[in-house]
């Protein structure tokens, strides 16, 4: 029988498939005892299966590289880092040794042991990474019975499950899975980041679908409107029928911008930059006609590693950077590292009551020296090859701009008396992702030559919000009046003092949002260069004078419904 439920698109696209429902848990494990002489077999059973999954996880970061936008490489690497956790490895040979548990069992105690232990916390971005440890966990226990993961699809189903780990979600493709249907996360997720990366339409939160879809039932998943409909009646599959040609003749005609310029209808430039971290995120940038690349992750040269990354090294990836863009400026953020992140070089404070608030991006940079100036001479001898700009992550005060930019001016002098070949000036900027820094802006703005507004912090920050969480679903989101009103203000303020301004972050990488961005003024993008030409479709369809005339009517609005509702509403107005 037809039965349509909604749910909140995550990513969009629409499928037509089998259902295949997938109801993971915690583990439920009866409790097993063994022998003292099997110990042996069952330690060296939890070693295979560990280092099992540390090669799914590599093999994994590998192969997709391309696709994985760096936040969800980050969590995968998080992952990963879980998998040496000492504390974790040593409670389950514990388990196992001392306790005489089968390694089945000892996986569920130490998951279980684990789980008290953050429920305890009274930091709820601290108790949402107790998800991260059950995905590490079930991988773990399928590796010691060498089956599938229960995530596993066959061609023509679309997944229905409470929640998919993006390390799964980014095998589906492969396996022929059209679509998903999750209840947990949101558009802010990093499963609904790597599905739109992936083009794999996904809808979430809608628990009562997961209630009643049964394994073979047939599902139109909407990933547009949040549709899923059950059972299709031939009129159903008409429409999809007709969506799907439709999406098709749109795929093709997204491919024919590669050569077009990003200029509204009325004849104002825009520029889209773009987020890497690799030659081959690069690459794919300079072939999509992206502006520069407006935020280069120098993570990735730190992360997964035991030793910390020297000079050369550093120079030679940044100038690879830039020899790849051809003329076109290469922002590169300086190391962003916190608690939070795969760190094994000792870089990041251990044990941080809370990492998103802690010793991380330049708070962390300016406490170690010797690491800065390295990377700093770093930037600097890679402008040589082309134009440079150098960007301040986390920034919150003027005293952190004053000292950043009193070093870069010692580094480049001392680089000078050496006769190192470097550009006579390289931009300084800094990330506003801070309240304080989006507040202050006009007291520190001057010692800057451009501004970048990184929205995924910038938003959890001001609504108190950790988009990793799902229970907080309903409050994360940038069309807060509040978010709006700051971020026309930080645009105005910036263009008032002759500075660029760019926005990077999920904001600016959804095409449904840059009208709105426009209204705000907006007119530098930064984002993963699989949005690129979706959002250059999005901006030639916009006016950008007549998007500006509407801001006051923009900024009056008093919550997200009534800003969705404009945006709707004023999309045939441009």
């Avoid at 970061?61 to 000492?86: A, G, M, N, W, Y």
């Avoid at 263009?495 to 840059?514: I, S, Y």
Wanted: overall charge negative; glycine content about 6%.
């Amino acid at each position: 029988m037809r039965r349509v439920y909604q749910g909140q698109p995550a990513a969009r696209g629409s499928a037509l498939g089998r259902a295949r429902v997938v109801h993971t848990h915690p583990l439920q494990i009866r409790e097993e005892h063994i022998p003292q002489a099997d110990v042996p077999d069952e330690l060296a059973r939890l070693r295979s299966a560990i280092g099992v999954v540390r090669g799914e996880m590599a093999a994994l970061r590998e192969k997709l590289q391309d696709s994985l936008t760096p936040e969800v490489r980050d969590l995968i690497d998080v992952h990963t880092l879980v998998l040496d956790d000492l504390e974790l490895l040593r409670g389950l040979k514990s388990l196992v040794q001392d306790e005489l548990c089968s390694a089945d069992y000892a996986l569920r105690l130490q998951r279980d042991r684990v789980a008290a232990a953050f429920a305890a916390m009274d930091d709820a971005y601290l108790r949402g990474r107790m998800e991260d440890i059950d995905q590490v966990i079930l991988r773990i226990h399928t590796a010691l019975h060498q089956r599938d993961a229960e995530t596993a699809g066959a061609a023509g189903d679309i997944l229905v499950s409470p929640s998919v780990a993006p390390a799964d979600l980014a095998k589906l493709p492969s396996q022929g899975v059209l679509g998903i249907v999750s209840v947990s996360g949101s558009a802010y997720s990093h499963s609904a980041i790597l599905a739109r990366s992936l083009h794999l339409p996904m809808v979430s939160g809608s628990a009562e679908a997961l209630a009643d879809i049964n394994d073979g039932d047939v599902l139109i998943v909407d990933g547009d409107s949040g549709a899923i409909i059950v059972e299709p009646s031939a009129s159903d599959l008409r429409q999809h029928r007709t969506k799907a040609r439709e999406e098709q003749r749109e795929r093709k005609a997204l491919q024919k911008l590669r050569r077009e310029r990003t200029r509204t209808r009325d004849d104002h430039d825009i520029e889209l930059w773009i987020n890497a971290e690799t030659r081959e995120d690069i690459a794919t940038g300079h072939m999509l006609g992206a502006n520069g690349v407006g935020l280069y992750r120098t993570e990735f040269l730190f992360l997964q590693r035991d030793e910390v990354p020297d000079e050369e090294e550093q120079f030679l990836a940044y100038r690879d950077a830039v020899l790849g863009m051809a003329g076109r400026p290469v922002t590169i953020r300086t190391l962003d590292i916190g608690a939070d992140k795969a760190d094994r070089t000792g870089l990041a404070l251990p044990d941080e009551p809370n990492p998103a608030l802690g010793v991380r991006g330049i708070r962390l940079s300016l406490r170690r020296p010797d690491l800065f100036d390295d990377q700093l001479r770093a930037i600097l001898r890679a402008s040589a090859y082309g134009p440079v700009r150098i960007l301040l992550p986390m920034v919150s005060s003027r005293e952190e701009i004053k000292a950043v930019r009193l070093r870069v001016k010692r580094l480049h002098g001392e680089l000078s008396k050496t006769h190192t070949a470097i550009r006579e000036e390289v931009p300084l900027g800094a990330m506003i992702e801070v309240p304080s820094a989006a507040l202050s802006m006009s007291r520190w703005i001057g010692l800057v030559d451009f501004v970048s507004i990184g929205t995924n912090d910038l938003v959890q920050y001001l609504l108190a919000a950790d988009r990793g969480n799902d229970a907080l679903d309903d409050l994360y989101t940038p069309l807060h009046p509040a978010v709006l009103r700051v971020l026309a203000d930080i645009i105005r303020t910036a263009r008032l003092r002759g500075r660029p301004v760019a926005m990077c972050g999920e904001f600016a990488a959804d095409p449904m949002f840059a009208p709105l961005l426009l209204t705000l003024g907006l007119e530098q993008f930064s984002m993963h260069s699989s949005s690129l030409l979706e959002v250059r479709k999005a901006i030639r369809a916009c006016s950008f004078e007549a998007r500006r005339a509407m801001l006051p009517q923009l900024l009056r609005l008093q919550d997200r419904a009534a800003i969705l509702d404009w945006l709707h509403a004023t999309a045939a107005m441009d």
